[in-house]
């Protein structure tokens, strides 16, 4: 079995300022029900938001959703959601310092910084908007106050919608990343036969993990730059940078998510 993760903000989905193709949706849903593969969607989204996409862009339920930027794990069986309990159990044992509670306390007077709604919230989820003009100063006293004291990650990206940046503090051992490597040794994968595809900052890290991965075209410059900053330094990445004018797809969101799969081998045959 080959696994296909995808973010799903503006790779996915077609919820940006760039052209989508408008077969693009339909032809992922059928591609991935015609073959042998393991729809995962890798998302910031909570589960209300993601069931809230999928009706909106009628887009096909994933097989397992990691949401809240790594931090739930959740498999969709006979029309249910089921929470992967041991997962947190595993996040908990491995970062033992993670105190969300410490660390809202610790950046509450940051300028710039601002602690999003209680939706976006959760045990090993800690969340921020900031200004994004100030970005290296407000990262810089975050490290101050932070870095290295509750077994955590920081992670900025950078919403180019509503000009806003994000500020995620999560687990160490809960990210993009490390959920999406939990899922792939559930199923006995290696991590090459996984394919990733992303589009924005916080999507780097399993870009440059091992897995297969995929930048949509429409992927944000800063983290196309740092992809390709990456593999220079370490040959052994492979990543696929979509191109469009692919079987009359652009390779926009959905359509760069198809064009990623075609080229690992993971859809084959004429559509």
Not at 249 to 270: D, K, M, P, Q, R
Request: charged share 25%; with cysteine.
């Amino acid at each position: 079995m080959r696994i296909l993760a995808t973010d799903m903000d503006r790779t996915l989905l077609p919820n940006g300022n760039w052209e989508a193709d408008d077969n693009a949706i339909e032809l992922f849903n059928e591609l991935t029900r015609a073959h042998d593969v393991l729809v995962v969607y890798v998302t910031g989204r909570n589960l209300a938001l993601t069931e809230a996409a999928v009706a909106e862009f009628n887009v096909r339920l994933p097989d397992i959703l990691i949401g809240d930027v790594g931090t739930s794990i959740r498999k969709h069986e006979s029309g249910e959601w089921h929470f992967d309990e041991g997962w947190t159990t595993h996040v908990r044992k491995v970062s033992p310092r993670w105190e969300a509670e410490a660390i809202k306390t610790a950046v509450a007077d940051i300028e710039g910084l601002l602690e999003q709604e209680a939706e976006h919230q959760n045990p090993f989820k800690q969340s921020y908007y900031a200004d994004h003009g100030r970005q290296e100063e407000i990262l810089a006293e975050i490290n101050e106050r932070v870095q290295g004291r509750f077994d955590e990650v920081i992670v900025y990206s950078y919403d180019s919608m509503d000009d806003k940046g994000l500020v995620d503090f999560l687990p160490d051992s809960a990210t993009k990343q490390t959920a999406l490597e939990y899922v792939a040794r559930e199923y006995g994968c290696e991590l090459g036969d996984v394919v990733f595809c992303g589009d924005s900052g916080n999507d780097i890290f399993p870009l440059t993990a091992g897995f297969s991965g995929v930048l949509v075209r429409n992927a944000d410059e800063q983290l196309v730059e740092n992809v390709r900053n990456a593999m220079s330094k370490n040959p052994q990445l492979k990543v696929y940078f979509a191109k469009g004018d692919f079987r009359g797809l652009n390779g926009n969101y959905t359509s760069g998510v198809i064009e990623g799969a075609y080229h690992y081998g993971v859809f084959c045959g004429e559509f």
